[in-house]
């Protein structure tokens, strides 16, 4: 009975733990000095444990009046107070069990249960006594009940190295109970190599009394060739005039344990999709890179690869497409380098690449065989795609020490890279550094011209080819810095999305541009319509200014409003862009498709959505008047959209040539520097009023 109380005391470490037979015997186990004062107070525990049926918990015997006194007298004094009463199967009584400890203790629900099955196999040890079992039968009976609670017992003589093991033992790694003897081996050889060392060491620290008990997590081998993962306890039972020392304890199956850690672990370490590390993880293992021993002459370089249109393939195909293009680049990239280089995903459509090198060359080479795999067809089911890549690079000693700092100079050098030409890989230098700083002046900037509206709107003429007669006006905002000047729209409308401030940009030239569409109409034409145009940014979010409403409270009709997309919001083929048009065209504006024919696989979409006017991107009619090919591409273009039923908007025309081509093809308007520059509102009132009356003449004169 003894062994039971001592795996009771090494279950809840630091009590006393007392059994009392209904026959008056006393068995004590305990680390702490209370073993005579026990064994004096028993008959008195057992009255005051006798007035309660079953289980008494007391968990800090100063809140209980009728333990208070008694526990308090105690040397030293018991602040927490156990009693089970055991019975047998026709509930009469066999003995007591308690369970003291000289400070208040809170048990878990797990405890309890324990402290529960332990009493529960202290009252199957009695009854076995009462049927006048022989000593080894009832440790053997012992063992038994505690397999029950799933533990697999064990007691190792370490006199002689044989080890008992219980049946529960040998079961949870899958053997029956002849395929394994009493050898110590038969325990240490099934250890997994890695553990050895490890287990070996917990065993002799407590052997030796290093440790007073041993808790160790290993692996074992299953009969089955797998690996299971075991919590062994135990602890050594000094040796008497009959038998030596022993160590005994208990095994218990943690696999499941440690596989829900695991899991953890790697959701929180890598990338869901891709099984690549995360950020998180890639913080570490940079970090022990640049840290680690990567050679004296070697430099230790970071690359940010960022697929430049993932973006166009994921709105037009579809998620699914996109994480197939992101696992089949994630998969291209670890085969472009070496085994020993890192490769992360960042998130998104970026990847992170760290690796070691002797050169600049060798980086070089390493980029370029990047670019050139990731910029290779993609067969994604029966689709077809494209999607190149740009990398920025940042160099460990040379650019930085800081693991942060040479993330962001990559991701610096990535910018120059995407902002020069596609599909190019750049290095960190100062000036970027330089750069990015201006970059951030002019951020700060653009929020105080935002507060204080320091912008200004252009107007550009849209007119008819046929009749020259000016019938549109696209409004386009620009910025006059008080120490720059006019900033270009190319430089600043980035950094308006990126930051959230063109939602209150747009707003401020959508209301000046319907005031000024309706002083036209009142003045010019009672028809004339401005357009406006409406980032994918600002589409796709709520904005404070209802459009609708501002029409209406300033009297002005719908359509004197067209305002401008471009295609790429329409390949997203999402509900959500279906009713933010249908809300535009039901208020009365008009839809322009903007910088037609430059996205990816627009044709299909046209069909799907209410449009009124397509606007052909600038980039066909530079070489119209040379190119046999843009030719056809004009005319294709106006047919099919004449055919759905869209007016054509030329942009970009330069030439009276270019001119004369886009009518002959049946062009319904045109804008661009040959007809006029966007104009200060004042000046494109005088323009007006001059072209107004250059058609009036034209017309007088035949």
Not at 283 to 300: F, K, P, T, W
Request: hydrophobic content about 45%.
């Amino acid at each position: 009975m003894s062994c039971l109380l001592a795996a009771l005391c090494l279950e809840f470490e630091g009590m006393a733990a007392m059994l009392v037979t209904a026959q008056g015997q006393v068995v004590v186990h305990a680390t702490t000095p209370m073993d005579f004062p026990l064994r004096e107070q028993a008959s008195l525990f057992c009255q005051l444990a006798g007035q309660v049926p079953e289980h008494l918990l007391v968990e800090d015997t100063l809140l209980a009046p009728a333990l208070a006194a008694v526990c308090a007298a105690q040397t030293p004094p018991i602040r927490f107070f156990a009693a089970s009463h055991l019975k047998d199967a026709d509930d009469a009584c066999l003995g007591w069990l308690f369970l003291v400890h000289v400070k208040p203790v809170t048990l878990t629900a797990a405890q309890r249960l324990s402290l529960q099955a332990m009493a529960e196999a202290a009252s199957r040890w009695l009854m076995l006594v009462q049927q006048n079992l022989a000593l080894a039968a009832s440790n053997a009976r012992w063992k038994f009940a505690l397999d029950g609670a799933g533990h697999g017992v064990w007691d190792w003589d370490l006199t002689s190295n044989r080890v008992t093991f219980s049946p529960q033992w040998k079961t949870m790694l899958g053997y029956d109970e002849q395929d394994i003897g009493d050898d110590c081996q038969e325990w240490v050889s099934r250890v997994h190599p890695v553990d050895l060392a490890h287990f070996q060491s917990q065993i002799d620290a407590v052997k030796s009394g290093q440790a007073q008990s041993l808790i160790c997590e290993y692996r074992l081998l299953t009969k089955s060739g797998e690996w299971c993962w075991i919590l062994s306890k135990g602890m050594i039972m000094a040796g008497n005039d009959h038998e030596g020392p022993r160590m005994i304890g208990t095994n218990t199956d943690i696999t499941a344990r440690k596989q829900s850690e695991r899991l953890i672990w790697q959701q929180a370490n890598f990338d869901a999709l891709t099984g690549l590390p995360n950020k998180h993880l890639l913080n570490q293992l940079l970090s022990e890179r640049i840290h680690g021993d990567h050679g004296a002459d070697n430099m230790v370089a970071l690359m940010i690869v960022d697929l430049d249109n993932f973006k166009d393939v994921n709105d037009a195909l579809g998620h699914i497409y996109g994480d197939m293009l992101l696992m089949e680049a994630a998969s291209r990239i670890q085969a472009a380098v070496l085994p020993a280089d890192i490769v992360a995903r960042e998130g998104g459509d970026e990847f992170i690449i760290v690796t070691t090198a002797a050169s600049v060359a060798e980086l070089e080479n390493t980029a370029t065989n990047v670019l050139k795999v990731l910029g290779q067809s993609y067969e994604l089911l029966s689709e077809v795609v494209f999607c190149a890549a740009s990398i920025g690079i940042a160099l460990y000693p040379q650019h930085t020490l800081s693991p942060n700092v040479l993330m962001k100079y990559a991701d610096q050098a990535l910018y120059l890279a995407k902002s020069t030409a596609r599909g190019q890989y750049a290095f960190y230098s100062h000036e970027l550094e330089e750069e990015a700083l201006k970059r951030s002046k002019l951020t700060t900037e653009l929020r105080f011209a935002v507060e204080e509206q320091a912008f200004e709107v252009f107007y550009q003429p849209i007119f008819r080819l046929d009749t020259r007669e000016t019938v549109k006006a696209e409004a386009l905002v620009r910025w006059k810095h008080p120490e720059r000047g006019y900033v270009s729209p190319a430089e600043f409308i980035p950094l308006a999305e990126s930051t959230g401030l063109i939602n209150a940009i747009g707003d401020w030239v959508f209301k000046e541009a319907a005031v000024f569409a309706k002083a036209l109409r009142a003045s010019y034409a009672p028809d004339f319509q401005i357009s406006v145009n409406k980032s994918p940014i600002q589409f796709l979010t709520v904005g404070k200014l209802d459009w609708s409403a501002f029409l209406t409270n300033l009297d002005l009709p719908g359509k004197a409003i067209s305002v401008e997309i471009t295609e790429g919001l329409l390949l997203q083929q999402s509900q959500d862009v279906h009713a933010r048009i249908k809300k535009i065209r039901d208020s009365g504006m008009s839809i322009s498709l903007d910088d037609f024919g430059t996205g990816y696989s627009s044709l299909s979409y046209l069909s799907s959505y209410e449009i009124d006017y397509l606007k052909i991107d600038r980039s066909f009619i530079i070489n119209l008047t040379t190119s046999k090919k843009n030719q056809a591409l004009c005319k294709a273009i106006i047919t099919m959209a004449h055919e759905l039923g869209y007016q054509v908007i030329a942009e970009g025309i330069e030439t009276e040539q270019q001119l004369h081509l886009l009518a002959d093809m049946g062009c319904d308007m045109g804008q661009g520097y040959f007809i006029s520059r966007p104009l200060p509102q004042q000046d494109f009132v005088a323009w007006l009023a001059n072209s107004l009356s250059t058609l009036q003449l034209a017309e007088a004169t035949g």
